[in-house]
């Protein structure tokens, strides 16, 4: 048999749902049939694609196990009609448990299967609760060519998978993968990459996953390296596409020169889009026809808002402004100017009677003692309820709008401005929304729905940030500086940094220690909190998971 020396691959960097099987299958028999029709010989899916991804506890199902291969063997039926093979990944039951795996099909059957062997169990993965290793694999003889499977983690830790793959033949690494956005993720893939390609000297092909899924957004962004590490091409992130690659055998070894290489947006344009694939995919994929916000005249729920009419559109974006006597002139007229600049529905439910009727009917069990944080929660609750009664009546999700800095300190009501059902800006902190904010007044991100130009109002931006639940409030009355205070939380969140290493920063030690105390105290509030997108390479929820009852405090 003469063995080829072209091979024509297909990337497909596509969007599944959990759980769908069926609506999986359907979208990788669609994508098929592209690939077949540019000319692909090969098309290779990411992980865990027929299932969705991750898929956590539904793999514990049998049932859910059965469907999984029921369409691997339906769509291993399709590939007799002799157009392209398909690599694709999937939940399988083995002799030894359930396992990570990717099935190779070709001319009507399943010609091999391989099982992911470094399983993640570290930040927002768990996958040794669910899944076990396979053992060491060899590479596929693909009509010829010996190709190489590592599957995402394969390729990240030390267990020498490529370096066996490489040992034993293969010639090329084709590497299906559920890589979960976060800032800059792209260059450390790039160095992981790089890493297998100069170790192996193999040409590495990483297809990665795009969409929205509960907390992670995963970008897609798939790309390939040649064994003398130059870039073959670089596929667009957050956004679903065939790529359709043509790789020659030379004197080194197959190699790619697409030079196909997508720009990829970064830091605010980077956060930004997945902030709204985050929320789209939310919204969509569990049936909500709308949202609904309270747009208060600040920052955080303007964002929210500019966030939610470019995923979805300003038809189905509803913003409500909920006085109370506190709320200021200029937030009558900035939230208006907000809902107007997004071209969303806007409407003002006066929040007094209910107010005053909760502090009426509590009078005689407060009398004796002073107003305070208690009345001021009952603003914050009455608003939530608001908010909430709109959600059941019309159908419309509520975007919950507090950001990771308020969520850090506990400066959030439970059962008031924290309720709702997605948080978009739930993993940035006050300084980033501030960033966002401007950068997305002077840019319209790829793919939004909402309008141009400057969505959220100036003053907006300027003006000293206020809960308005008293009268002259501002939140630095209580807080440090935004900047101060932003610093001092990513250095006790992201970096797990002592309070002698924030200090010798520059930080007032009395600040730090209290701050410390906010974080650990807040951590009952946070356990009750919206799902929201993961941005920083540690969010509340999926990577950082603290006690609630907890005395430790860095003393």
């Known amino acids: 048999m003469t063995r080829p020396d072209t091979l024509r691959i297909a990337i497909a960097q596509f969007n599944p749902t959990v759980g769908d099987v069926a609506g999986n299958l359907a979208k990788a028999r669609e994508v098929r049939s592209q690939a077949a029709a540019a000319g692909a010989e090969l098309v290779l899916f990411t992980e865990l694609f027929l299932s969705g991804y991750p898929p956590e506890d539904l793999v514990l199902k049998r049932a859910f196990l059965r469907n999984c291969l029921a369409a691997v063997e339906q769509l291993a039926a399709d590939t007799a009609d002799g157009g392209p093979g398909v690599v694709i990944g999937f939940p399988r039951q083995g002799e030894k448990g359930r396992h990570n795996s990717v099935a190779i099909l070709d001319r009507g059957e399943i010609i091999a299967t391989r099982d992911k062997i470094d399983l993640p169990n570290y930040g927002e993965f768990d996958e040794k609760r669910v899944f076990v290793p396979g053992d060491m694999p060899g590479p596929v003889n693909f009509r010829g060519i010996r190709i190489g499977v590592p599957v995402c983690e394969d390729i990240w830790g030390d267990l020498g998978v490529c370096e066996t793959l490489a040992e034993a033949g293969a010639e090329i690494l084709l590497v299906p993968n559920g890589s979960p956005y976060f800032r800059a993720k792209i260059d450390v893939r790039y160095q992981i990459a790089l890493k297998q390609v100069i170790e192996c000297g193999l040409p590495l092909v990483y297809a990665n996953q795009v969409g929205g899924q509960d907390e992670l957004v995963f970008d897609g962004a798939s790309f390939a390296f040649n064994s003398d590490k130059s870039l073959a091409f670089q596929m667009s992130q957050f956004e679903a596409e065939l790529l359709v690659t043509t790789w020659k055998r030379g004197a080194d070894g197959w190699r790619c020169d697409e030079r196909r290489i997508a720009h990829v947006p970064e830091k ?73 600049a997004l071209g969303c529905h806007y409407d003002i439910v006066p929040i007094g009677e209910p107010v005053d009727a909760f502090i009426s009917a509590l009078s005689e069990l407060f009398e004796g003692t002073e107003p305070g944080v208690t009345e001021e929660n009952l603003q914050a609750r009455t608003r939530g309820t608001i908010l909430m009664a709109i959600s059941n009546k019309f159908g419309a999700m509520v975007v919950t709008t507090g950001n990771k800095s308020e969520m850090s300190v506990g400066y959030a009501t439970l059962y008031g401005d924290m309720n709702g059902g997605f948080n978009p800006v739930k993993d940035l902190y006050k300084m980033q929304v501030y960033a966002l904010s401007g950068w997305r007044n002077k840019n319209v991100p790829q793919g939004a729905l909402g309008p141009s130009g400057e969505v959220i109002p100036a003053n907006i931006i300027s003006k000293a940030p206020s809960a308005e639940l008293r009268p002259n409030q501002t939140d630095q009355d209580s807080l440090p500086p935004y900047p101060v205070l932003d610093d001092i939380l990513e250095c006790l969140v992201e970096q797990e940094m002592s309070v002698e290493e924030i200090v010798a920063r520059g930080h007032d030690v009395a600040t730090v220690h209290r701050i410390e105390h906010l974080l650990y105290l807040a951590e009952y509030k946070r356990r009750q909190s919206a799902p929201g997108v993961k941005i920083t390479r540690k969010n509340f929820g999926r990577d950082r998971r603290y006690p609630i009852t907890n005395r430790f405090r860095d003393r």
């Open 268 to 340: 605010e344009d980077a956060d930004y889009r997945a902030c709204m694939l985050g929320l789209r995919d939310y919204v969509n994929k569990n049936g909500f026809k709308s949202v609904v916000i309270g747009l208060s005249g600040g920052i955080d729920s303007a964002l929210c808002a500019a966030i939610a009419v470019d995923a979805l559109g300003p038809e189905r974006v509803r913003t409500v402004m909920l006085p109370y006597r506190y709320t200021s002139e200029s937030s009558f007229s900035d939230a208006a100017a907000c809902a107007k």
